[in-house]
């Protein structure tokens, strides 16, 4: 069934309102917090606590480093499991609020974790551990803040209201870069290294407080809400997910490893790559991380609104092309200019990301019946997430390492890209896929496309 309503200039409500800025501050400290070690991983966790253990190869510790990244990946399916499981059987507000807290408690606990040369192994072993809790907590995340927005929203603004969780990451990402920046800036290399780097973490209790509140005081979801009234939560909703919706699960994943990869590298790969590979100072490179970033917000934000006028796979089409066609004149560039430089080619990279990342939100929802939705999102984001980012900036690294070139991270991202690509034109259009409780009675894969 399709529900078309004209779009208009439909004021937002005051609940409306609450919803948009709670799952922004959510997705943006919960980011903030997984971000925040991803950034840290290769500038200071390495030599603190990965390195005294591969003292006489510094260049592994920096992939056993990066690897840690990745690690946590492999648990997002797992918390996107859980939430999903209880996220359509208790509501979507509870979940948020607990990956939030945890998510919290996991990045205070780094901040404050001893070293390898205090504890010894002990020290990597927790830091991983730590890091695991953060994988878990992410997976259970995006899911949760994506309904909570797209599930308040007129149908006609599905996907700028969805757009709102995904600026939450580069979001999250000014955030944890500025911060780095700025106790980069206030304390000596000796200081940053003593006890510097645990500032970003240790700020998270206040950020946490501030998401708990403001998270507290929205509503459930409408539709959760309706599900409730009408007695027909599920009992198995996984079941009934991989029973029916096995195929969408996998489309979902394989659509969102480009842009996850993608991220990634503006995420945790390109600081490492701009001071190590290329001989930056930190400090720039910093800098125009947060610039680029503050591209991708904007074109986040376009992209789904976009997806309002013209279709949320057209839209994601375009986005892939830009990065698609991008990839290699960037990685040209990077390698023989100046910091400006640097600077420039990431930040149009961001355009095309934000074009397929902004609708990102609207389509997965709109792909799944609501008994299962936390379920499908959830766990279709969180596979995708490790295909594509988990491992995309250790992937890069050997790359660079065997070839000494950034051309090849080009081509192996040319290739998730047409995988992207491909998924998303199987999908097939969703805009105004009604997201009811009615539709429910009809498999997924019967509802006509707007």
């Not at 480009?258 to 790559?273: D, E, H, K, M, P």
């Not at 792909?367 to 491992?391: K, M, N, T, W």
């Not at 250790?394 to 690509?421: D, K, N, P």
């Amino acid at each position: 069934m399709s529900t078309h309503t004209p779009p208009g200039k439909t004021p937002v409500t005051r609940e409306e309102r609450k919803v948009l800025i709670g799952t922004l501050a959510g997705t943006t400290i919960e980011w903030y917090d997984f971000f925040i070690y991803a950034q840290a991983a290769t500038l200071v966790l390495a030599p603190l606590f990965i390195e005294p253990m591969v003292s006489e190869n510094p260049g592994l510790g920096t992939l056993v480093s990066l690897a840690t990244i990745g690690i946590s990946f492999l648990f997002r399916p797992l918390g996107a499991v859980v939430a999903g499981r209880y996220g359509d059987r208790l509501g979507r507000k509870k979940m948020l609020v607990l990956t939030l807290l945890l998510m919290g408690v996991s990045t205070v606990a780094i901040g404050l974790l001893p070293t390898y040369a205090s504890i010894g192994v002990a020290a990597p072993v927790l830091l991983i551990l730590f890091r695991v809790v953060q994988g878990f907590s992410a997976g259970g995340e995006w899911g949760g803040a994506a309904l909570m927005a797209v599930e308040h929203a007129p149908v006609h603004k599905r996907g700028l209201f969805g757009a709102y969780p995904q600026i939450g990451v580069p979001c999250g990402l000014i955030l944890a870069t500025g911060i780095l920046l700025l106790i980069t800036n206030l304390t000596t290399p000796e200081q940053f290294m003593a006890w510097g780097w645990r500032v970003p973490f240790l700020l998270s209790i206040v950020l946490i407080v501030i998401g708990y509140l403001i998270r507290r005081s929205v509503e459930e979801s409408p539709v959760f809400a309706e599900l409730l009234q009408r007695r027909r939560e599920s009992s198995a909703p996984l079941r009934e997910l991989f029973r029916h919706d096995a195929r969408m699960v996998i489309l979902t994943a394989l659509v969102f490893v480009s842009t996850n990869a993608a991220g990634y590298l503006v995420i945790a790969y390109f600081i490492g790559y701009g001071t190590t590979a290329l001989g930056f100072d930190q400090v720039p490179v910093l800098a125009s991380i947060v610039i680029a970033s503050a591209v991708w917000l904007p074109t986040t934000l376009g992209g789904g609104a976009l997806s309002d006028r013209i279709g949320r796979v057209r839209t994601f089409q375009i986005g892939l092309g830009l990065t698609f066609v991008w990839l290699i004149p960037m990685f040209f560039l990077m390698d023989r200019g100046g910091i400006v430089t640097f600077c420039l080619v990431i930040c149009l990279m961001n355009v095309g990301l934000g074009m397929s990342y902004g609708p990102l939100t609207a389509l997965f929802a709109e792909l799944f019946p609501a008994r299962v939705r936390y379920s499908g999102v959830s766990i279709g984001y969180a596979l995708g997430a490790v295909l594509g980012g988990a491992f995309a900036p250790l992937i890069s690294e050997i790359l660079v390492q065997r070839t000494g070139t950034g051309i090849s991270i080009a081509v192996y991202m040319m290739v998730l890209t047409a995988i992207s690509f491909v998924a998303v034109t199987m999908v097939g259009e969703t805009r105004g896929n009604d997201l009811g409780v009615d539709a429910d009675d009809s498999p997924t894969a019967q509802r006509a496309p707007a």
